[in-house]
């Protein structure tokens, strides 16, 4: 919406580092693979909606989708997990890297049963029209961010070690798949 009806433009992504999601089940569930699961299950699942896109077309093999499945709507990875583990759900769409922030104790509690491995899937800066005049000086400054002691740290504290480029027509690829996808 943003790029397509308000008019922003891309200018920088986390260089090396895509969206990926993972279909996860407690460790007790009896499911190995996708296709031991079973309609009516109970999923609970973040408002990321291309994490949500992304797990509901992992499902697709076990021939589930939002018509024989329970869907519920939880604040966070955390409380995914906690769904998981206390029984309150039977299985859980996370973010990758999300996944991978948990604690080892919450993960021996859980299963992986499949990761998605598209590798377009990123997230984006954007600028607004107002400032897209700016937009040159604003991503020479954003893709030299790593080089500044300051500026290091904070792209490090966002989980990527620098921003790389990124052209419009990368982001309607993005688009349009996410769009095909769904």
């Known amino acids: 919406m943003l790029v397509r009806e308000k008019g922003f433009t891309a200018l920088v992504r986390p260089a090396h580092k895509s969206d990926e999601a ?52 939880v604040d966070s990875y955390p409380l995914v997990a906690k769904a998981l583990i206390n029984g309150d759900a039977d299985v859980g769409f996370f973010l990758s890297e999300a996944y991978n922030a948990l604690t080892n104790l919450t993960k021996n509690r859980l299963k992986v049963l499949v990761e998605s491995q598209i590798g377009v899937i990123q997230h984006v800066c954007l600028i607004g029209p107002r400032l897209a005049a700016g937009s040159k000086k604003i991503r020479a400054e954003l893709t030299q961010m790593h080089t500044h002691p300051k500026g290091k740290d904070a792209v490090n504290s966002l989980g990527f070690e620098r921003c790389e480029n990124v052209t419009q027509e990368d982001v309607e690829f993005m688009i349009d798949l996410m769009d095909t996808l769904s």
């Open 22 to 73: 993972i279909v996860v089940v407690s460790a007790e569930n009896p499911a190995n693979e996708i296709e031991d699961l079973q309609p009516g299950l109970r999923l609970a699942s973040t408002d990321d909606p291309d994490v949500h896109l992304v797990g509901m077309i992992m499902l697709e093999p076990a021939e589930l989708n939002a018509q024989n499945i329970h869907i519920t709507r």
